[in-house]
């Protein structure tokens, strides 16, 4: 029998988890703001998630790391901000020596084969995911619910990887079967929008 897998901030992984619906909500968070809350409330209500797994990342491989706080800070930081318990917080990818979201991905799926894990991403991450290492193999091994985000909507939506998926794209209407669908599958999610973001955060606390 498979031994038991240890998350670092995902608590129990009990049997009955088999066949559970849940999120995966990777990012810098840098800091952590209302803009992802509402994503993780959101998708957590849309696609009738179980769980809802923050992974904050040891840094985003498309973004200059350098002025990045520690990764236990910002988990710290993130853990403080939420309140539903449907969600933890994890930061496991350094640990494992995961620098791609690929890597992440298939250790996840391939652990955890009994449940169903979608990749949540805000709209301006869709934009650029033709960037990421292997997107391709990404988005063929989970599903993905794209988020609506203010100004990113229209760059999203005429991206390469959306065209690239388009076949695979479902109506949001059918959001809450997305988790059991095999992939290739996406959603594009419209709904509250936040316009915050990190790096206006950052701006406005620089002196
Ligand atoms: N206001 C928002 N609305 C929708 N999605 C968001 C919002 N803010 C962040 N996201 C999404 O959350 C995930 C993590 O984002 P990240 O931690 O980089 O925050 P950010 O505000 O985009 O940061 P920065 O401004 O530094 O790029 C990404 O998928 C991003 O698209
Ligand atoms: O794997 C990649 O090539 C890759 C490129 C860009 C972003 N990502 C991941 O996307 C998530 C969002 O990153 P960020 O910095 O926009 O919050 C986070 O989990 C990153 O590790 C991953």
């Known amino acids: 029998m498979r031994p038991p897998l240890r998350i670092p901030g995902i608590t129990e992984l009990p049997p009955s988890a088999t066949g559970m619906r849940i999120g995966l909500f990777g990012g810098s968070f840098n800091p952590i703001h209302a803009g992802h809350l509402l994503v993780m409330e959101e998708t957590l209500r849309r696609l009738e998630l179980d769980a809802l797994w923050?992974?904050?990342?040891?840094?985003?491989?498309?973004?200059?790391?350098?002025?990045?706080?520690?990764?236990?800070?910002?988990?710290?930081?993130?853990?403080?901000?939420?309140?539903?318990?449907?969600?933890?917080?994890t930061g496991f990818e350094a640990a494992k020596g995961f620098a791609y979201t690929w890597q992440t991905v298939r250790f996840l799926t391939q652990s955890l084969p009994d449940r169903h894990f979608v990749w949540i991403m805000g709209a301006d991450s869709l934009a650029d995911f033709h960037r990421w290492e292997r997107w391709r193999?990404?988005?063929?091994?989970?599903?993905?619910?794209?988020?609506?985000?203010?100004?990113?909507?229209?760059?999203?939506?005429?991206?390469?990887?959306?065209?690239?998926?388009?076949?695979?794209?479902?109506?949001?209407?059918?959001?809450?079967?997305?988790?059991?669908?095999?992939?290739?599958?996406?959603?594009?999610?419209?709904?509250?929008?936040?316009?915050?973001s990190s790096s206006r955060i950052r701006a406005e606390r620089t002196p």
Do not use: C, M
């Not at 923050?54 to 990764?71: E, F, H, M, Q, W």
């Not at 690239?164 to 079967?177: M, S, Y």
């Open 54 to 89: 923050v992974l904050v990342t040891p840094g985003n491989p498309l973004k200059d790391n350098a002025r990045l706080p520690s990764l236990a800070e910002r988990v710290r930081a993130a853990r403080a901000a939420i309140r539903d318990p449907r969600i933890r917080v």
């Open 137 to 196: 193999d990404i988005a063929a091994a989970l599903p993905i619910a794209v988020y609506v985000r203010p100004g990113a909507g229209r760059r999203a939506l005429a991206s390469r990887a959306a065209a690239t998926l388009d076949h695979a794209q479902i109506d949001e209407a059918f959001a809450p079967t997305l988790a059991r669908r095999p992939a290739p599958a996406w959603v594009y999610l419209q709904g509250r929008q936040s316009a915050l």
